[in-house]
């Protein structure tokens, strides 16, 4: 008999999606997740678009019914170290990072962070504020326990602190907690692993990293967020000035022979989405948006666009802009570019630049493809399935793959896959693990 | 006779989200000496493990019989905080939840005293609603384990393979006389340029095959009753009609082909015609020499804002297909955006380039002109936008790009099954993002171009969605709907159907009661099944006549009653 | 049917079949039009205006859809200074495109906007670059830099080269 859990790699919106349609199947669920918290980039997002819902308000019923789930069982921090045997009877380990936290112990309250006297730059807000080594991923993180980062802690770097545990009233705090391997005895497993953000350093020709008030989408999304760094205050980096005018470029790094040949799907939304944001939180402001295609194919993506032109004063120009330069007086970018359908060459100067990231696969899955011997094409993305009836096989059966980690897709495609990546598995489930995955 | 009512109150702190605004410790003295509370507490954290384990031993210690939390939001807690009553054996629906800190101390940061106070009004509010509620029951209802897939084509049959396969019993329902849908009269697939019938017939095969699944060709829909779990369905065939019982429904009733007619010569030049018609009548590939496409022939503009999201492809793969069989052929593709979104799709169209297809791009104010004589259209002129000049392409053919549109029975269907159609003529789904197959009502769902263009791997996807959330209630066996449901009083009706039309989930119809004169007479009915609670109804019947459980008249009153 | 190609190049099936594959080889088709390549340009530095029909990507466009539209002279500002190639998203190589389409329009007897080595004959760069050098490097007599092509300029250097070696020996670059 096949076992009835399933073991499912990847918190994103995914993962939580697949997560809970099988639990409410009836089946077991085990959700790993490599950071301290699901939510995976959703939680990273302020609003989506087209319906410009808050990201969190509508991730988090999802996530917290995860959490309560008698189904789920939640393991955070955590990564897959290899899955042995067949369809149906998979032996799975996995290791449970320690995070020198109790969990049935930590309330969340926050009062040792407070106290810690280490900062460390925070990678969920795009490097633009700071966190401390003993952390909550993010607010609404769930689980709420915090954790150490042992990179970074004193103690862990031997020196001498213990201001946490001190100040932790529930006594949760552990430094001699050590990683579990844990074994699971699953019959399919899901990989819903999702994306990073590609580093944008090597476009020298945008000055990402050199010019101040050039930024990447992501790091303009934590900023607009009224959770992030800035409290949904625009404050340039180089003087923390309010922006009057901001430019998206598109494609940097996709759709480029030198970079990232594919083209990552939801950037030509999410930078309309970003400056439909700004002009509502500040109406004297405007946008300008460098694409070349503007890829709006969802349900009601066209109509998002026609109301940035009309009702938020975001212009729209055809161009790959060449380079971006600093005017040195005032810290405003100022872009090159030929507008191809005016065939004019011309530089303008904005206020702050955001550039729009090309989307690749999560970088820890090479590492976990090879441990679970699932195959990855050029980009790092999973194998097309080779079955045309069914998308979400991967190279070895009993596992099943959706998200973007097959390709770049929004949040509806992702929800729609994670829920038919569920349908597959509790055919697998049912078939006695015999049935193609 | 009733029980003395005993009330617990437990004040939360939520760390510092309500603590750090309002002054807790105060609000809990003063729920003490509210009427009827025989313990107020203040906790860090009234949802950890601490906080719950102390509500069930006060409720043990206490023989409390009424609960009232007040900390964060009903909306992630309220099932955390009922269910923990249950563990103590206290019937669930005896707890109040008060919201402390999106009423409260989230928005009047910096306003402690007046926050506290109105912490205090809204902790006796709850002390008085709570006096009010009576114990109930959920509602569980038996599921039937079985679906009506409503389309034959690539989504519900995929759908219905993916239920059998699970041990459900699955019919299908097609209103022509074949399987296969759209996908018939496609001739070779994207990106692998694979023949459609290599995809459809095993899907139809094992359709076919299957013991779970009935199939019902030139069939047709006529009516649907009752709600998520017991659904009946009258179908119409072989001239009779036949009834149908199904615990869930997935409607898969496709789109059709735009035929556009008067664009750019279509019906005029026999040489101009959709994608669509190409494939279906082409024949072979090598036959022609000078092809240019126009992409974006009655779509994102103002007769249809959106965009038909697959169309481009097909472009790509119908000029892929006279390339490769022709080299020497001259391809030019006429397009407002190349919507090649994604991995494989930019790829696809870097292929196309490499094979010499070009690409011309046009204004939406700007349209080609397509130029012929007698019936055959000859040229094709149009303003290369990012040149600046007017180019004129020789054309043996000439093929229009066109977005699938809804079908013709999506209104009817819309009426049949209070599922809802956007402003775009496809079925709405109950949220674009987080629930893109479900409607509003349970137990019905949505896949494939129903919803909106889709192609095929996007359609089996929505449709394997689709069939995982049928699965849900027919995997349980029952739907269990919460207790607090509206319910009306059948001598107030004064039977104006506002509540009928006002419900969101089609859970008010009409029933039938005796009248006085021994006449029938309709009053409205709510099915407590499919009632979700929300109170449009209640609140716009102007007879008073409908009462929403847990929010009653009377319980509303006695928290206003509390007021200074 | 002629192509547009066909038709507007007044010019022999030879140079028209050859300038076909020189598009073909360096990827001209993949072309998007992005614009990107006339931003980096640095022709407009030199030349002190931007003409867009002198730029990469108006080149590229009218060799698909115009080539009788394009003015011999417009192919002959270009530096084949490779930034446009550098930055192509697409893979199109512009500037090999470039020089080989010169050396082609130059062996089928199209030598008016080229200039040539001095010494001996071979092509060196378009007259516009010459000229544009030439006024702004103030050259004061050292004008084999741009008269003489690095071929000749490498076969005197080795003839210095063997005159300090002590032989007889001359350079075999021409």
């Not at chain 1, 939304?269 to 948006?289: D, G, N, R, W």
């Not at chain 2, 709600?227 to 409607?251: H, P, W």
């Not at chain 2, 009083?489 to 419900?503: Q, T």
């Not at chain 3, 008269?147 to 007889?168: I, M, Q, T």
């Amino acid at each position: 008999m096949a076992q009835k859990s399933v073991l499912i790699l990847g918190g994103g919106i995914a993962g939580i999606q697949s997560a809970i349609d099988l639990a409410n199947m009836g089946n077991r669920v085990y959700l790993v997740e490599k950071k301290p918290s699901i939510g995976g980039r959703m939680a990273q997002l302020d609003k989506t678009f087209p319906t410009n819902d808050c990201a969190m308000c509508i991730l988090a019923p999802k996530m917290i019914e995860c959490a309560n789930h008698e189904n789920i069982t939640l393991l955070t921090y955590s990564e897959v170290l290899e899955v042995e045997g067949d369809p149906g009877r998979f032996k799975v380990k996995v290791l449970k990072k320690a995070r020198y936290v109790e969990e049935d112990k930590c309330v969340g309250c926050g009062e040792c962070a407070e106290k810690c006297p280490t900062k460390v730059e925070d990678e969920f807000n795009a490097g633009l504020g700071q966190r401390k080594a003993i952390y909550k991923y993010f607010p609404q993180a769930v689980p709420s326990t915090y954790v150490i980062d042992p990179e970074h802690c004193r103690i862990f770097k031997g020196k001498k602190c213990g201001i946490c545990q001190k100040t932790c009233k529930a006594r949760a705090i552990n430094y001699e907690q050590k990683d579990q391997e844990l074994t699971l005895e699953v019959g399919a497993v899901i990989m819903a692993t999702g994306f990073d953000l590609y580093d944008v350093r090597p476009l020298t020709e945008y000055g990402w990293g050199t010019i101040k008030n050039v930024l990447t989408a992501m790091q303009f999304e934590r900023m607009i967020c009224a959770s992030g760094p800035t409290h949904g205050h625009l404050k340039r980096p180089s003087d923390g000035k309010e922006p009057k005018n901001l430019a998206f470029i598109q494609c940097v790094g996709s759709r480029d022979v030198r970079h990232k040949r594919y083209c990552s799907a939801v950037c030509c939304m999410h930078a309309t989405k970003e400056a439909v944001l700004a002009h509502e939180h500040y109406p004297a402001l405007s946008s300008t948006i460098f694409f070349m295609d503007m890829r709006a194919v969802g349900k009601g993506f066209q109509d998002y666009i026609q109301r940035a032109k009309t009702e938020y004063a975001v212009e729209y120009i055809r161009a790959r802009p060449g380079r971006i330069t600093e005017n040195e007086a005032s810290g405003n970018p100022v872009i090159h570019f030929e507008d191809t359908t005016t065939r004019q060459l011309m530089s303008r100067e904005y206020d702050m630049v955001i550039l729009s990231q090309a989307l690749v696969p999560s970088e820890s899955n090479a590492a976990v493809a090879e441990k679970i011997g699932v195959g990855l094409d050029d980009f790092g993305f999973v194998s097309p399935s080779e079955d045309p009836l069914n998308p979400f096989a991967t190279t070895r059966g009993g596992i099943v793959a959706c998200g973007f980690c097959q390709s770049p897709m929004d949040v509806p495609d992702s929800v729609v896959r994670a829920s038919a990546a569920a349908s597959k598995v509790a055919e697998i489930l049912a078939s006695n693990g015999s049935e193609r995955a | 006779m009733s029980k003395a009512i005993r009330v617990g109150v437990f004040v939360c702190h939520c760390g510092s989200n309500i603590g750090g605004i309002v002054n807790v410790p105060d609000v809990v003295e003063y729920a003490k000496t509210l009427p009827w509370v025989e313990w107020a507490e203040g906790n860090l954290y009234t949802c950890s493990e601490d906080g719950l384990s102390s509500i069930r031993n006060k409720i043990d210690e206490l023989h409390l019989n009424r609960v009232v939390v007040a900390s964060c939001t009903p909306r992630t807690h309220e099932t955390l905080f009922r269910k923990n009553c249950e563990r103590a054996g206290l019937n669930k629906y005896l707890f109040e939840f008060v919201n402390l800190r999106e009423h409260c101390s989230w928005v009047h940061m910096g306003k402690s005293d007046e926050a506290t106070l109105k912490a205090k009004d809204l902790v006796r509010m709850g002390v008085a609603k709570v006096s009010l509620l009576k114990p109930q029951e959920d509602l569980a209802t038996e599921v039937t384990r079985s679906t009506l897939v409503l389309g034959g084509g690539v989504s519900g049959l995929t759908a219905a393979l993916a239920l059998a396969n699970q041990g459900y019993l699955v019919e299908v329902v097609e209103k022509e006389d074949e399987l296969g849908g759209l996908l018939r009269f496609v001739n070779r697939v994207f990106p692998t340029h694979r023949s459609s019938a290599e995809l459809l017939n095993p899907l139809i095969d094992a359709v076919l095959a299957h013991r779970n699944i009935r199939v019902h060709l030139g069939s047709e829909l006529v009516e649907v009753k009752g709600f998520v779990g017991n659904f009946s369905a009258v179908i119409r065939e072989n001239g009779g009609s036949r009834d149908l019982n199904v615990g869930t429904i997935i409607v898969a009733v496709g789109a059709q082909a735009h035929k556009p007619e008067g664009a750019f010569g279509y019906g005029r030049f026999e040489n101009v015609m959709t994608q669509l018609d190409f494939e279906t009548q082409c024949g072979r590939y090598d036959r022609f020499k000078r092809v240019v496409m126009i992409n974006c022939v009655g779509a994102r503009d103002e007769e249809r804002s959106y965009c038909g999201r697959f169309c481009c492809i097909v472009a790509l793969k119908n000029a892929l297909l006279v390339k490769e069989a022709n080299p020497q052929a001259e391809v030019t593709i006429l397009q407002r955006d190349v919507m090649a979104v994604g991995r494989l799709y930019e790829d696809y169209y870097r292929r196309a380039l490499e094979k010499g297809v070009r690409f011309v791009r046009y204004r939406k104010a700007e349209p080609p002109r397509v130029e012929g004589a007698g019936t055959r259209a000859e040229k094709v002129r149009v303003l290369h936008t990012l040149m600046g000049k007017e180019i004129e392409l020789d054309a043996d053919l000439v093929l229009l790009t066109t977005p699938l549109v809804p079908a013709e029975d999506n209104a009817a269907l819309s009426r049949m099954m209070k599922i809802p159609l956007g402003m775009d003529g496809f079925f709405l789904e109950a949220h674009q993002k987080l629930r893109p197959v479900e409607f509003p009502a349970d137990g019905i769902f949505v896949a494939g171009c129903a919803r909106y263009p889709a192609e095929i791997t996007e359609s089996i996807g929505q449709a394997l969605a689709a069939a995982a959330k049928a699965a849900i209630p027919m995997a349980r066996g029952k739907v269990v709907s919460e207790a607090f449901v509206a319910e009306v009083d059948p001598g107030l009706c004064s039977a104006c159907g506002r509540c009928v039309s006002v419900c969101p989930f089609g859970a008010v119809d009409w029933a039938e009661v005796p009248a006085p004169d021994r006449k029938k007479r309709s009053v409205a009915r709510v099915n407590p099944a499919e009632c979700k609670g929300c109170g449009l109804c209640a609140s716009s019947c102007l007879s008073g006549a409908i009462r929403l459980s847990g929010f009653t008249d009377e319980q509303i009153f006695a928290m206003i009653a509390t007021q200074r | 049917m002629e192509t547009a190609l066909e038709r507007n190049c007044a010019e022999s099936p030879d140079l028209r079949s050859e300038i076909r594959t020189l598009m073909d080889a360096n990827h001209l088709n993949l072309c998007l039009e992005c614009g990107k390549c006339s931003a980096v340009c640095p022709m407009v530095n030199f030349y002190g205006e931007y003409v867009h029909t002198r730029c990469t990507r108006s080149v590229v466009e009218r060799l698909c859809f115009d080539p009788g539209g394009i003015s011999d002279e417009a192919l002959w500002y270009c530096w084949a200074c490779k930034e446009c190639t550098f930055f192509c998203p697409s893979g199109v190589d512009f500037q090999n495109f470039m020089t080989a389409f010169r050396e082609l329009m130059v062996a089928h007897g199209h030598r008016d906007h080229a200039h040539f080595c001095s010494v001996c004959g071979a092509y060196m760069m378009p007259k516009k670059q010459r000229d544009y050098l030439e006024t702004t490097m103030n050259l004061n007599g050292n004008s084999e830099l741009l008269w003489e092509c690095p071929n000749c300029k490498k076969g005197k250097y080795l003839n210095v080269l063997y005159k300090l070696a002590g032989g007889n020996g001359k350079s075999s670059h021409r």
